[in-house]
């Protein structure tokens, strides 16, 4: 198949790079996931306490965030395949350390390995499958962020049995390498197309790249706002028991939704099927106001805001045909910080006015999402 870049993929090279992609964000999915649920096996085999086991989190973050910023200029480098696989090899050889770690210091460092590894694996794949697969992106990238959706819901649950089982975390840490290394060997034969050039002395329209950072910045505030905020705001009506039971739901719904969107993605543009399920969004947050129907709001905002995260890449693609390369890992990125502002603000009002307010937060979030998808909509309407 050749695209419209001149770039030739092969029936063997788009299956090695599903093969990759499969193998690698469900590992994304569930090593993020796990680290919270791990906490206190880690805290008991490594004698550190409440206050330090956290920091296991951080550097997984720091090292996701280094590497996703570190891909524009990492990729015109040294290319695509190479960069994969090094990272493969990176995450791999992080989560056997995590396994087998005999202190505590060689843990952090395989905490940072595995953001740095995977970070960079899961940027440059999904850049990739934008170039790969051109104006059919879409669907393919709502899988990829589907899968790390079941690794995400999965991880916790390992972690959990095999704990249960009076079992050290080696098992998933190992299954978490050999997914890395499964990953690696897959990218060895998967496209590796040359970056594009820009026109000589064109300018970068920099504004539209950091509008696309603002959809990724409030998005990932909001998903996160409501993974943070739904069990203290459903509490005194369900109980902690249910109201942690309809948190998992909400990731269910999402990672649903991301499977369903599939089938149909290809028949919309990527800018409005973001900004449908923005005002989608927009109106299941707004029902969480109704005690008795909030529940429902929550798992329905998950499955209609599923589609945003993913399919904006494409439309970023659409956009930036030849700067893909630079403003995906930007957008990405900067989209890291939303969940340290969002969460925070919606704290100190809950702290202050209760945690009636949640709703009201979440809704504002949501409007938030419309206007600036909204905004992109007509910035972008003649690219």
């Known amino acids: 198949m050749t695209h419209d870049d001149g770039l030739t993929v092969t029936p063997l090279e788009r299956r090695a790079l599903l093969a990759a992609s499969v193998f690698a964000l469900s590992a994304l999915g569930a090593l993020q996931a796990l680290w919270g649920p791990a906490f206190p096996a880690l805290m008991d085999r490594y004698g550190v306490g409440i206050d330090t086991v956290g920091t296991t989190v951080i ?17 015109p480098r040294f290319g695509y395949r190479h960069i994969l696989v090094t990272a493969g090899i990176v995450s791999a050889s ?52 589907a899968l ?16 249960a089982a009076g079992l050290s975390l080696w098992p998933p840490f190992i299954g978490l390498a050999g997914l890395a290394a499964l990953a ?19 300018r970068t329209p920099w504004l539209l790249a950091l509008g696309f950072a603002a959809i990724y910045l409030v998005y990932v505030g909001t998903e996160s706002s409501v993974a943070a905020w739904e069990t203290v705001h459903l509490e005194p009506f369900v109980g902690a028991g249910r109201a ?11 990672t649903l939704g991301r499977f369903a969107i599939v089938p149909i993605a290809s028949r919309f543009k990527p800018r409005y099927l973001v900004l449908g399920a923005s005002a989608a969004t927009l109106v299941a947050l707004a029902f969480t106001h109704i005690p008795s129907i909030a529940p429902f709001a929550y798992a329905a905002a998950g499955f209609v805001m599923a589609p945003i995260f993913p399919t904006a890449m494409a439309w970023i ?28 603000l919606i704290g100190a009002w809950a702290a202050g006015a209760g945690t009636q307010v949640i709703p009201t937060a979440l809704t504002l979030l949501g409007i ?6 909204g905004s992109m909509v007509w910035a972008t309407r003649s690219r």
């Open 148 to 163: 790390f959706g079941v690794g995400a819901i999965l991880g916790p649950i390992v972690v959990a049995a095999v704990t």
């Open 94 to 145: 992080g989560m056997t350390l995590a396994a087998l770690a005999p202190t505590w210091t060689l843990l952090l460092t395989a905490a940072l390995m595995g953001g740095l590894g995977f970070g960079l694996t899961n940027t440059g794949l999904n850049i990739l499958v934008t170039r790969t697969f051109t104006r059919n992106a879409a669907p393919y990238l709502n899988l990829l962020s």
């Open 244 to 254: 942690a039971a309809l948190t998992s739901l909400f990731w269910i719904m999402l």
């Open 317 to 344: 693609s659409a956009v930036f045909p030849k700067r893909r390369e630079q403003v995906i890992p930007l957008a990405l990125g900067l989209g890291a910080f939303g969940p340290i502002g969002a969460t925070a």
């Open 59 to 75: 550097l997984h973050f720091i090292g996701g965030l280094t590497s996703t910023l570190a891909a524009p200029w990492l990729l």
């Open 368 to 373: 938030l999402l419309v206007l600036v998808a």
């Open 184 to 202: 690696t060997l897959s990218a060895l034969a998967a496209p590796n197309p040359r970056i594009l050039s820009t026109d000589a002395g064109a």
